[in-house]
């Protein structure tokens, strides 16, 4: 058989059942958007919204959406649907309906094909729920001959949705904004109105704001302002009251500058630029006008960017401000190329452009996407993406994402699509030999672009055609394709080399293997070759059989090779290279034989036909249209028969192109052209060709053509503000380009090429696109044609600009008294000629001619016209609208003049008072008019009445006559006001009518207070403060204030309210708020109440509490082993509310789990982290870690968890302790060792090595495993007298361990006494039985020893030796401990062995001592002697107060130190410990008895405490010394000291909460009182009297004889109280000695103790006893989020919590939670200290205290309280109150260092009790000179 590479093979080609590959895919198309979403999207809940989003390709693609998170966007019935065409909608809802994921959200529009996909910009959706908002009037600046500002105020949560669209002049005239004004009233563009030259008429004017809501179109009206016109008539140099500071437009945009100053005169405007090197004044010019405060730039570009300086001034000075102009220049992004095709394993390169009008722009932000996903990093170098070695993968959309600063994106898509690749061979089939008769199945797979077409071929032909044989081929989802061919019977004629041949366009592969069929030779049929002369012809003989000896050629009888161009391969194939026609043309043979000499033979044709070849040929160069050509194409050689054809550019020479083709023979053609024009041009083949290859031969004829008009540009005209297309359109050869350009001047000047910028378009067939033509436009334009034949083409063209007119406002308003000259004047700018015409009403035209009394003026301005309008003697027939209108050629425009002629009312009368209210007065009158519609509205005036000060008057507008009242408001209460009234009609006002005096019921507080702050002092405290409301807004003494707060972050609106009694002089007032949330932000306000209510709320103020350690623990620890030395843990962090502060980080505790009889050294170690995972190295091998973590904060560690246990995983073991060898008999030898004293692991097995030597040859080797409970091996059958060697190894699962050290024994016949067993240390627990061993061999004579002492048997009463040699001990005790040695003896040899036994007991009490004592918490340290053997396992310490339930606490055995916190001041606790290790509890330590420091309050110098005034008592509070205990409440009552004895007490309060000063009233000027006081803390009650004596009416100091009288009944007041003691003197008469004398030895020591107290107040030593230092206050919260507090700070004076309901038992405790608040506190111990009681017991331990230093007793329950306003839990005290102790819990703490600060305040209802006092009636008796004093000032 034989096959050719370059020659044709005729065969019919089978038509096969495969799946072809599909085409190129050329016409694919990938998506782009056609319409893009915007980036912003705002809309209205009541009108809904929506997105388009479209995009093309091929094919269609599709359009989704999706969140910024990629996850799709589905649709929400009646909220959000998805059109068909892409749109998404969102529709309107209710304000309920809200849903940020949908209204407030990031959309993403995705188009997508087969291509790839691409994703649009963020689009942020933002829906507005519509509210109501009310707009106001502001006015910012009012003098007469000066300008007025009006200020449109809008609330500020819809500023930016709401703008200002006109103000109206009432009744009904309407200013809408413009540039310029009307003389009188300028609207700015920013909604200011500005009302120039102010007369006293204006101030009759009235003005209301009209603003849109741009979303809802909604017009919200303000209430209508009426001018109050200032008097002040000097100079006022000007200010800047408003001005733009920064503006942002686009480039071709209006830009506005506004800079608005107030001053009088009104000031003069100017303007600089600071661009340059310095300052330049603005010129007005076509684009920039200059409006006084107003600077208008239309169409800017970049240049116009920079600094302004806008100077206002007059004759009092000048001032300034600098505005900023900002031009966005857009900016066009395109990706280079757009569309770029690569072969497979190729690069790809693309480039992102930036441009901004042409030029290139740098240092942008640029993100890549591929099919909308973004790009890595790399492989991007700045503005190019490069993509190496592309693959199928690869293929796609490309994005290039530009966001700027601004953050507004660009974006382009580019397509890279897959080039030409040619096939590789992914899989192919090997070499066969098999028998005739199975099936076979051959494959073959290939890849490549476009996807290959895979034939088979036999021997180079096709298959064989029978049904055998099966062809099937597909594609997989990849794009490679698979081919088969499967043999169902194969026969030996089915043998032959089989090759599977893929081929695209790009190129093809092959590949062929044999299929040997045992059988004899056979030939198949040869078919006739034809060869390609020139070439390589390879034929190979179709040989089938197997195995084949030999395969020979021959050709005309003779055996090939006979020529030195034929060679027979090896594999029997014949080539001939070259080819030759006349020599290798003929029929040639082929046989085959085997080894056993049977063969085949078989012949065949081979024609060779020649290739044809073309001359090449070319057309001359210069050729141009009208001249002509002609080019032959010859063959120089090639077989017959020849075909000649042309083509132009690929296709046929069509009849039009007038080519003449002339055939001068067989192998030569002729292409004539007889006239050359452009359409000639292009490339021209000559193709040849034969049977034998087709040949083409191409040459490039171009014909130049020089440029020509296809459409010429003309003049043209275009109205201002209206689109222009020049168009100008050339062609030549080559194409011509087209450069438009426009004159700097005149015509004849110098020309500036015009570059593509918004507005500005230059489109690809040449022509120019103008939009918004503005008069910069207008001039002279170049359009350009060439394309370098000939000098090119060129037309100037005049563009002009026609203005219509236009004037700069819609309407202007002018006013005028009966009588006067009215004029009215216009201003239009536009072309010329402008005609203008005056209408009345719009309709009437004014004609001088005909109307006497008006007159009209016209003349030219530099911009247009001006005309004045003039009415002479006017009256009210003359007020109307006004229309100047005016016309030209382009169109026509108007502005509205409304004329207003005013004539004054008369004044109205009868007027009086309807209603009078604390804040408004109803005021009725009747007017007294000339006629009807003479009044406009009526002016109300009033002011106070008072007659040291006439204030100005104030007045208010009443707009609807007939309805002739006025309600005044906003008026202070319990004030006199006089009121009048005045008509106002449009020529002016009436007269004031006559005065009418009303005086306004009182009200409660109108101002809020002021200068609110709220600082933190603590984690849980926020110390507020504040200033009383201004003195005119308070309505009367203020009784106090409402505090109240709440979690910013709660979202409840409500506050948690608070009271605090007022000072009543007006100063400042403090409350600390404690029990806070730690680290928590908070929201404070406050309000003042007087007797009539409360006032209005401070503006909230916002505070933080300080930091603190976290109160929670990490949360999900875990912990996994990494190796034998290594854990991995990891945790989450604690919750956020429990946090407490910002986290720094974390700390790790760690330390092993093992049973040492006594450590040798801590092995507690921590590390810290700020990750969230830990891995800890170097550890224990194998084994058990305790692992706990904490988190810390700046303030210090937090909770530490509980602890984990984690085990390390095991390892090799170590070597093996110790190993004996022993003789046993004169062939045996007794091995023991003792285990590895570190495992690393369970033992599996221990590996016993032997090692026979002979002096120094190792004659044998051995090893043994034995079982890991086995610690001896005898080895027997040894050779006596041979040197035996041992060791040992152990082995854990991980793998066998170290070895022991090599012990070596000689066998022999005398067996000296050995023991076999190990001694050293035993640990035992008491009361257990350990057993000795002393095994041995020899038989030997065993004696014990204990200590050197010889033991016999029974010699012990609990020990036991046994016949093997053991020692039993059982009942072990601490004595039973020491060195036990076992000595064997057997003639031959002896040896000795020791036990060292260690008994574990229980440890020895601990050492307990206090260092310090607090009056909270109690500071105690131990130690621990003797640990009974064993280590310590922790420690319980017990604790309990006097009369109180024991409590206990369990601390670490770590531990050396601790500190009890929150106990009750002044209290007595008995405290013991314990220890305890693994074999039991030590007894406890000796009990201590220990004191907390304080005690019951003292008593305050009645001068520092009391201050009289005419009719009150001002009583300082917070001067009562609390004696390091804080005050809980005070009891005041107080009586007036006259000559009746029964004169009756009054009860101020019996349960007033501790305060900075309270304020008793209601009290006679200049009389003598007796104020009885009683002042509780936790540790007891003092009671002390005092009198004072109030002033006179006036003030002044009190008579002197009431002063004396009070000095003289100082005795009789303070025995006043004998009456109450005559009942029990009856009754004790008998024992009346003996109690004066234990009365008169108590109170001598309570002298002293006063005494004492009063040298510490005078030395204000308070200070100093609290003097505390706090490192860090931490807190643990209790159920149901309650919280005790925990120190004097951290509960406020009138907070409200909410304590859990405890029943009647004071001693159980009252809450089932955790144990309440730990204080930590860190102090100085080297100063006695006498701290107040910082901090209450905790919650378990509240037990009642029992105070020695007074004699009564009462109880008091706790119950929930959950406002302050409920009843006093101590309504029940009786007026005649006894001093008494109590035994109750602390309600609250005290802890003050200045007597200044409001820390003294107590919570009344934080912790209230209830419940009747019992009194135990008992005799007392008080010395006068303590108590008494009288106190005036």
Avoid at 615 to 629: S, W
Wanted: aromatic share 6%; glycine share 8%; with cysteine.
């Amino acid at each position: 058989m034989w096959i050719s590479s370059r020659f044709f093979v005729i065969f019919l080609l089978l038509h096969l059942d495969t799946t072809c590959s599909e085409p190129f895919e050329a016409h694919l198309r990938g998506p782009g958007f056609v319409m893009e979403p915007p980036g912003r999207v705002e809309f209205s809940n009541s009108s809904g919204g929506w997105l388009d989003c479209s995009a093309s390709g091929s094919p269609q693609p599709t359009v989704d959406w999706v969140h910024a998170d990629g996850s799709a966007v589905t649709e929400i019935h009646g909220v959000r649907r998805v059109l068909r065409n892409g749109t998404l909608v969102l529709m309107p809802f209710a304000a309920a309906a809200y849903h940020q994921d949908v209204h407030n959200t990031i959309y993403r529009c995705i188009a997508s094909n087969s291509v790839g996909r691409i994703v649009s910009r963020d689009v942020q959706v933002r829906a507005v729920v519509a509210q109501a908002y009310k707009v106001d009037v502001e006015v910012l600046s009012a003098s007469r001959g000066c300008t007025a500002i009006l200020r449109c105020v809008v609330p500020t949560f819809v500023k930016e949705l709401v703008r200002v669209v006109s103000w109206v002049h009432e009744p009904a005239i309407y200013i809408y904004p413009s540039l310029q004004g009307d003389g009188k009233f300028h609207l700015l563009p920013t909604g200011e109105l500005l009302i120039h030259n102010l007369q006293e008429s204006d101030e009759s004017q009235s003005f209301r704001c009209r603003s849109m809501h741009r979303l809802t179109r909604q017009v919200v009206v303000s209430s209508p302002t009426r001018l109050r016109i200032n008097s002040h008539r000097g100079i006022i140099s000007p200010s800047v009251v408003e001005h733009t500071a920064h503006v942002q437009v686009s480039q071709d945009e209006g830009a506005v500058l506004l800079c608005v100053a107030q001053g009088c005169p009104s000031p003069e405007y100017s303007w600089f630029t600071h661009n340059g090197a310095g300052p330049l004044p603005v010129l007005s010019g076509p684009r920039v006008r200059l409006l006084g405060p107003i600077l208008a730039i239309e169409a800017v570009t970049g240049e116009d960017s920079g600094v302004y300086k806008c100077t206002a001034g007059n004759v009092g000075g000048e001032a300034s401000a600098e505005l900023r102009l900002t031009v966005a220049t857009p900016i066009q992004v395109e990706i280079s190329p757009n569309v770029l095709s690569v072969h497979m394993g190729g690069t790809a390169e693309f480039r992102c452009l930036v441009t901004s009008n042409g030029s290139p722009v740098g240092m942008q932000n640029i993100l890549w996407y591929k099919d909308g996903r973004q790009l890595p990093s790399s492989g991007r170098v700045e503005d190019t993406l490069v993509v190496p070695r592309v693959s199928r993968e690869n293929r796609g959309m490309y994005q290039c994402v530009v966001r700027r600063p601004e953050g507004d994106t660009f974006q382009a898509t580019a397509e890279l699509q897959l080039g030409d690749a040619p096939p590789v061979l992914l899989y192919s089939f090997i070499e066969q030999t098999l028998q005739p008769g199975p099936a076979v199945s051959l494959k073959c797979s290939a890849a490549g672009n476009p996807t290959p077409q895979i034939s088979w071929t036999l021997d180079g032909f096709p298959l064989p055609s029978n049904g055998r044989f099966m062809i099937g081929q597909y594609i997989t989802v990849h794009g490679d394709v698979i081919s088969h061919v499967n043999i169902s019977h194969v026969m030996v004629e089915d043998g032959g080399e089989y090759a599977c041949n893929a081929e695209n366009r790009a190129g093809r592969v092959q590949h062929a293997a044999r299929l040997n069929i045992y059988g004899l030779p056979y030939i198949r049929l040869i078919p006739k070759v034809t060869a390609v002369s020139g070439e390589t012809l390879n034929l190979k003989c179709p040989v089938a059989g197997y195995p084949i000896e030999e395969i020979h050629w021959e050709r005309g009888g003779r055996e090939l090779p006979d020529d030195i161009r034929q060679r027979v391969q090896p594999d029997g194939s014949l080539t001939i290279s070259p080819v030759q026609k006349n020599s290798d043309s003929g029929v040639y043979t082929c046989w085959a034989r085997n080894k056993q000499g049977h063969s085949a033979r078989r012949s065949g044709e081979v024609t060779v036909i020649v290739p044809p070849s073309i001359e090449p040929f070319a057309f001359q160069e210069g050729l141009a249209e009208g001249m002509r050509t002609r080019t032959v194409c010859g063959v120089s050689r090639g077989d017959p028969p020849l075909k000649l054809i042309w083509l132009k550019d690929g296709d046929p020479l069509p009849d039009l192109l007038g080519a003449n083709v002339t055939m001068l023979d067989q192998y030569s053609s002729l292409l004539s052209i007889p006239s050359l024009s452009a359409t000639h041009s292009g490339e021209y083949t000559c193709v040849a060709k034969n049977p034998a290859a087709e040949i083409k031969y191409t040459a490039l004829l171009q014909v130049k053509v020089p440029p020509r008009w296809i459409v010429e540009p003309v003049d043209a005209n275009v109205e201002r503000n209206r689109h222009i297309m020049l168009h100008c359109q050339a062609q030549g050869v080559p194409t011509p380009s087209i450069v438009w350009k426009k004159a700097t001047g005149s015509k004849s000047g110098e020309y500036e090429e015009v570059r593509e910028r918004p507005f500005t378009k230059l489109l690809g067939n040449g022509s120019l696109l103008l939009q918004h033509v503005k008069e910069d436009r207008e001039g002279f334009y170049l359009c350009q044609a060439n394309n370098g034949i000939g000098t090119g083409i060129g037309k100037v063209i005049q563009l002009k600009v026609n203005s219509s007119p236009y004037f700069s406002s819609t309407s202007r308003s002018v006013m005028v008294k009966k009588g006067d000259t009215a004029l009215l004047q216009c201003a239009v700018s536009g072309d010329k000629p402008i005609n203008i015409v005056w209408m009345r009403s719009g309709k009437n035209t004014l004609n001088p001619s005909t109307n006497y009394k008006i007159s009209v003026k016209q003349e030219a301005t530099p911009d247009g016209v001006s005309a004045e309008l003039q009415i002479r003697t006017v009256d009210a027939t003359d007020s109307g609208p006004y229309f100047c209108r005016a016309s030209n050629l382009y169109g026509n425009d108007q502005q509205l003049v409304q004329l207003q002629v005013q004539e004054p009312p008369l004044p109205p009368s009868v007027l009086e008072a309807a209603m009078i209210s604390s804040r408004s007065v109803n005021i009725k009158w009747q007017p007294k008019t000339l006629g009807t519609g003479d009044v406009t509205k009526y002016l109300v005036e009033f002011h106070e009445a008072d007659p040291l000060f006439v204030e100005q008057w104030q007045q208010i507008e009443v707009k609807d006559p007939p309805h002739f009242n006025a309600l005044i408001e906003n008026l202070k209460p319990a004030t006199r006001y006089a009121f009048r009234v005045i008509a106002e009609g449009s020529a002016g006002r009436s007269a004031p009518s006559q005065e009418l005096i009303v005086r306004t019921e009182p009200q409660r507080p109108a101002g809020p207070p002021l200068s609110l702050s709220a600082r933190p002092l603590s984690s849980t405290e926020l110390l507020i403060s504040w200033v009383a409301p201004l003195p005119e807004l308070r309505h009367g003494d203020i009784q106090g204030y409402n505090v109240g707060y709440k979690l910013s972050s709660s979202g409840n609106t409500a506050y948690n309210f608070t009271s605090v009694s007022g000072d009543y002089d007006g100063g400042n007032g403090e409350l600390l708020l404690s029990g806070l949330a730690k680290f928590a932000r908070y929201t404070v306000v406050v309000q003042a109440f007087n007797q009539v209510g409360p006032g209005p709320l401070s503006e909230p103020t916002a505070a933080q509490t300080m930091e603190d350690v976290p109160s929670r623990p990490p949360e999900d620890v875990r912990c996994a082993a990494l190796s034998s030395q290594s854990l991995q843990v990891s945790w989450q962090p604690p919750p956020i509310y429990h946090t407490n502060g910002l986290l720094q980080g974390y700390k790790l505790i760690f330390e092993p789990i093992i049973d040492d009889i006594q450590p040798s050294k801590d092995e507690v170690e921590s590390r810290k982290t700020t990750a969230l995972t830990m891995v800890l190295t170097g550890l224990r091998k194998y084994t058990n870690y305790s692992i706990q973590v904490l988190a810390h904060t700046r303030m210090g560690d937090g909770v530490v968890s509980k602890p984990l246990f984690c085990h390390s995983e095991e390892d090799v073991p170590e070597a093996p302790a110790d190993i004996k060898v022993v003789s046993s008999s004169s062939q045996s030898l007794y091995i023991s060792w003792l285990p590895p004293t570190e495992p690393n692991g369970v033992i599996t097995k221990f590996s016993l090595y032997t090692r026979v030597v002979n002096g120094r040859e190792e004659l044998n080797n051995e090893k043994r495993s034995l079982p890991s409970q086995q610690a001896y091996y005898e080895a027997k059958g040894l050779h006596p007298h041979m040197e035996y060697q041992f060791w040992v190894t152990a082995s854990t699962r991980v793998g066998e361990g170290k070895s022991s050290r090599v012990s070596s024994q000689i066998t022999t016949n005398r067996v000296p006494a050995r023991i076999i067993s190990f001694g050293g240390p035993v640990v035992r627990p008491w009361r257990s039985t350990v057993t000795l061993p002393c095994t041995a061999v020899g038989k030997p004579k065993r004696e014990w020893f204990k200590a050197d002492v010889a033991l016999r048997q029974g010699g012990m009463h609990n020990s036991q030796l046994l016949d093997s040699g053991d020692l039993i001990i059982s009942s072990l005790q601490l004595a039973d401990g020491g060195n036990y040695s076992c000595q064997v003896d057997n003639g031959i040899g002896t040896d000795r062995l020791t036990h060292t036994l260690m008994v574990q007991v229980p440890p020895t009490a601990p050492v307990l001592y206090v260092t310090s004592a607090t009056s909270s918490s109690i500071l105690m340290h131990w130690k621990c002697d003797f640990t009974g053997n064993a280590p310590i396992t922790g420690y319980t310490l017990f604790y309990r107060r006097t009369n109180g339930n024991a409590e206990e606490m369990q601390l670490s055995r770590h531990a050396s130190s601790h500190e009890l916190k929150g106990l009750v001041c002044g209290s007595t606790y008995q405290i013991h410990l314990s220890a305890q290790n693994k074999v039991g509890t030590s007894p406890t330590s000796t009990m201590l008895h220990v004191r907390t420091q304080g005690q019951s309050p003292g008593h305050p110098a009645s001068t520092a405490l009391l201050a009289p005034n005419s009719t009150s008592l001002l009583v300082r509070l917070h001067s009562w010394p609390d004696n390091g205990c804080p005050l809980l409440y005070f009891v005041l009552q107080y009586k007036a000291v006259t000559e009746d004895p029964d004169a009756e007490w009054v009860l101020v309060s019996n349960a007033l909460k501790p305060q900075r000063r309270i304020v008793v009233n209601n009290l006679k000027p200049s009389t003598l009182y007796q104020l009885r006081m009683e002042a509780h803390n936790v540790a007891g009650i003092s009671q002390a009297d005092f009198s004072f004596v109030t002033l006179t009416k006036d003030g002044d100091p009190p008579p002197p004889e009431i002063v004396h009288r009070g000095h003289r009944g100082q005795t009789t007041v303070i025995f006043a109280n004998m009456n109450l003691l005559i009942p029990s003197i009856a009754a004790v008469s008998g024992l009346f000695c003996t109690i004066i004398m234990v009365i008169v030895c108590y109170r001598h020591k309570q002298a002293n103790h006063i005494q004492k107290e009063s040298l510490e107040n005078r030395a204000n030593s308070e200070a100093a006893q609290r003097e505390r230092y706090y490192a860090t206050i931490h807190k643990v919260s209790m159920q149901n989020n309650d919280k005790i507090p925990e120190t004097s700070e951290d509960i406020s004076p009138y907070a409200t919590f909410q304590l859990s309901e405890a029943g009647g038992n004071m001693s159980q405790p009252h809450h089932g939670g955790p144990a309440n608040t730990l204080l930590h506190s860190f102090m100085y111990h080297e100063r006695a200290l006498a701290e107040g009681c910082s901090s209450p017991p905790p919650a378990a331990v509240l037990n009642p205290p029992t105070t020695t230093h007074h004699h009564h007793h009462h109880q008091r329950p706790l119950k929930t309280i959950h406002n302050y306003y409920q009843t006093s839990p101590f309504h029940n005290i009786s007026k005649n109150r006894r001093r008494h102790s109590r035994k109750t819990e602390p309600e609250s703490e005290e802890s003050e260092s200045d007597q200044d600060q409001l820390t003294s305040s107590r919570t009344e209802s934080s912790n209230q009790h209830e419940g009747k006092i019992k009194h135990n009636s008992r005799l007392i008796q008080h010395f006068p000179n303590h108590n008494i004093s009288i106190t005036y000032l």
